[in-house]
């Protein structure tokens, strides 16, 4: 657990503010201090770095919730809040095969590509290049792009059939690939979606209610930040009121 | 994707109600109907089923979620909500070898055993033998025993000395393995922490202090569940109000 | 402050549970105990009462926030979280005059009528005559009958032109008496809806878009209570999902 | 409800920006436009307004809720979603006397002031003279000011005894004043804190418990707007996280 000049670290400082940066770089200017990265290399991850104001910062072992974070954006990225949840209930671990549509700024694609492994696969439909490409270059970062099978468009039909162990639908008009979901995913394997809106919400119960689904759930998570002084304990004053309402079902077959 | 005589499914009723229960059981009571389980063998997941009362109801395959939600309990669980964001925070993927403690009823070491994958490890100590029997049995139904290290009571020390990638503690009075999860932790590398109670958290805190940990973060994460009819969208009438504060950390290494 | 024989206490047993009843009842059987109320006469409230078995109760003075919680109702009601925001949001104050439609069981009128004092008026639209009866019956028991004028169903236009200060709509198609409710007004004061279901929302904002209102805004509102042992301080495990969504909007009148 | 020269008018914008103004002022500058007041003079609350560059603003009469959204502040304030609340749980309502302390910037003061009436009475006790300057010119903006009583600080005992229908405690150590409290209320009657953090709660419930006062609740009230596009309803995506815990309790009398 040697840092190499090549890695990434996560720059943590005093305040919690935190930083992706390759050791690389060799010096680094945060809002408050400016920290030289190559007396990193050699040492264990965790160590601290003195700034030249004389600031500490740690140099953490970043994890896939910190690549989610700082993942460079192109469009509204999902929040790990949302995609710790989207994981289980879409059963996604080692070896599992997922098929999600659209890529986006590949958040979720990230999430998804880490949690199955080397023996998994993740297939992304995406019809705008620029979004596929900067999904690519969050997946090189973190060295997950070789699990990735990325597509274009999308229309009417995926190209997998009764082949995929979940679907996850992100773009404006889920309903119109209900069907495609359906047909890409194994008998009794679950569909999830993510809705801004709640009209959206209601255009696709009305769409399923006409398709081989069940056990159709809809939910909403929030997460509230706490201030971490132990003498005043309470919320952060602010926090993200919306972020997507979630929808998770199951393919069911009829006789 | 055949069902087999003894698998388990999922059995959800056209009313949303699930079921975790073995087709070897042959025949299965619901609180309005009765299934014949003998037909579904031969017949792909996600089949639909007559109940003798002529209600229906869909064989879907349990995923890791399903498990969660359905397992034996003899203690408080921790729910899908909090288990999917300890996932990401703590960096739980294939090949991770985590550690917590303790077991309770197995539901996050359920999630954890899922997630390392084949490759992976997770040790889990536990001072209650019948806590831990339970764990067991509700690991061995899913498969996923094999991946697991059970231990006894941890006595302010773990055996384990910066090996694992992730730690993550759930027992009333945290603050006493703190170093002995600093100990066992790799550099750099996450802490976790469930909490119910406002007073533990702020003890935990206190005593955080003084330990080398840095980037703590204390959070908690509310679900609510909607109605799904599409013409009367609207969320569900009562929710969860609390389960568990979350606090999160990194291990550094002082020169 | 003496307790009367005609006068209405809040029992409160040491658990915490509340029944709104009148001492002339003499005796009282809560699901633990049973209480003589006699002995209360004469005594001041707040006053302790043993039981039969031994447990104690506090004789309180019943509040508005009292009467609300524990009024008949014979349709969904609305909560005091709700209440209490709507009156500031609506200006309910001594001396005003309020619309409201429908009545139901009365309880944002039993809180109207109150604030408006013996000064005010609130005139309370309902064309269920059995709703009608018995929110006259709960306003009765507070003795605030006589500051409301109870009408009949509203069919497309109040009685009232622009004479009242504010207007407050509960019915499932508010839509339909925007009209009515924006020439009730008095120019440039807040009308209040409240709306169930997302669905209702986006009918009544698209209504509300072609007609003279201003400076609309949509909110819930969100109470959790908590447990109240100082040493495990924590939120209750269970709370209410949702009642209702608020609209808020104003009268203008264009030239 | 013709608008005079010495009104205050709720300026609200075609965007939704609102600002509290006096026509007196002749002239108004928002963030986007220019807007000549002199206009509205004998014009009915509610008309609308061109400005300078063209936009459109409109003339509201101010209610409660935008005088404590607008008041002048030195201090952490209390907000609606919490004030409605406490007036319903304190029975605030006409001829009513409510005792605070402190008075802070007044938002509290200014609602009880407004819900007592003419024939009501608050007594309002602050250490600072600077926060009760302020909260003096908050109340006459409104014509509140002779409802109110202003005493400096409270030390140990509040003058009051045995005759107040309420007592509300904003400070931080409300502990040090419970007897106090008591002491002023009339029995069986209703006591509010407001407690920024969970240490506070805890000290006070644990305060609490050896003084006679039953029935305690704590509680934590959070509100979300929503976004007003009918085709895009959904919440807003920031809102606020936390203002304050609430506990409320009653006044017993021991034998």
């Not at 140099?59 to 949840?85: N, S």
């Not at 773009?171 to 679950?190: F, M, N, R, V």
């Not at 569909?191 to 209601?202: E, F, K, M």
């Not at 159709?216 to 971490?228: A, G």
Request: glycine share 8%.
């Amino acid at each position: 657990m040697k840092i190499n000049p090549q890695d990434l670290i996560l720059l943590c400082t005093e305040e919690g503010r935190t930083y992706l940066v390759e050791v690389s770089k060799k010096n680094f200017q945060t809002h408050r201090d400016n920290f030289d990265l190559e007396g990193l290399i050699g040492k264990p991850f965790g160590s601290v770095l003195e700034g030249a104001k004389g600031s500490r910062a740690f140099a953490l072992k970043p994890t896939i919730y910190d690549f989610l974070m700082k993942l460079k954006r192109v469009t509204q990225i999902i929040y790990p809040k949302d995609i710790g949840y989207i994981l289980l209930r879409l059963n996604v671990g080692p070896g599992k095969t997922i098929l999600e549509c659209g890529t986006g700024s590949g958040s979720l694609l990230m999430a998804f590509s880490y949690a199955v492994g080397p023996e998994g696969r993740v297939i992304s439909y995406e019809k705008e290049k620029r979004f596929q490409n900067v999904a690519k270059e969050n997946l090189n970062r973190f060295g997950l792009a070789e699990r990735v099978v990325f597509k274009g468009e999308a229309q009417e039909k995926f190209d997998e059939k009764e082949e995929v162990d979940a679907v996850f639908l992100d773009l404006k008009t889920p309903w119109d690939l209900l069907e495609a979901a359906w047909q890409a995913l194994k008998p009794g394997c679950p569909l999830g979606i993510l809705l801004p809106t709640a009209n959206q919400v209601s255009e696709t119960l009305k769409a399923m209610e006409k398709l081989p689904f069940a056990g159709t759930e809809v939910l909403e998570i929030m997460l509230r930040f706490y201030k971490t002084n132990p003498e005043r304990f309470r919320p952060e004053d602010r926090m993200i009121g919306h972020t997507a309402y979630l929808l998770f079902s199951r393919k069911i077959v009829e006789a």
